[in-house]
Nanobody, 125 residues
Framework: VQLQASGGGLVQAGASLRLSCAAS????????VGWFRQAPGKEREFVGA????????IYADSAKGRFTMSRDNAKNTVYLQMNSLKPEDTAVYYC???????????????????WGQGTQVTVSS
């Protein structure tokens, strides 16, 4: 399974970006798809996750109210809409997927088996 993350860029504080995560070779059906981010010198941290079947979504506290995850079944793609971006959102954003992730493990990066290459998001002040 290959995941392709895209949509990053350089924006000013307050702007919006939409990241995409597309899977090849396998449908997301039955998967949990997560977004994580890693800033320089910091651990990779959880941003949000969606369960493809049923659409249950959870967010990190830092993302609540500003970020929205969604999915497009036809395109086999997950999106992360990021609004009101802040300089502290600057990081490489990764999408990840797993087909055996239990609900309580959705925020745990170790539970995800497949990772995309990352897309850089830079927010200037």
């Amino acid at each position: 399974v290959q995941l392709q993350a895209s949509g990053g860029g350089l924006v000013q504080a307050g702007a919006s970006l939409r990241l995409s995560c597309a899977a090849s070779e396998r449908s997301f059906s039955g998967a949990t798809v997560g977004w994580f981010r890693q800033a320089p010198g910091k651990e990779r941290e959880f941003v949000g996750a969606i369960r493809w079947s049923g659409g249950s979504i959870i967010y990190a506290d830092s993302a609540k109210g500003r970020f929205t995850m969604s999915r497009d079944n036809a395109k086999n793609t997950v999106y992360l809409q990021m609004n009101s971006l802040k300089p502290e959102d600057t990081a490489v954003y990764y999408c990840a997927a797993g087909w055996t992730i239990i609900l309580s493990e959705r925020t745990n990066k170790e539970a995800y088996h497949y990772w995309g290459q990352g897309t850089q998001v830079t927010v200037s002040s």
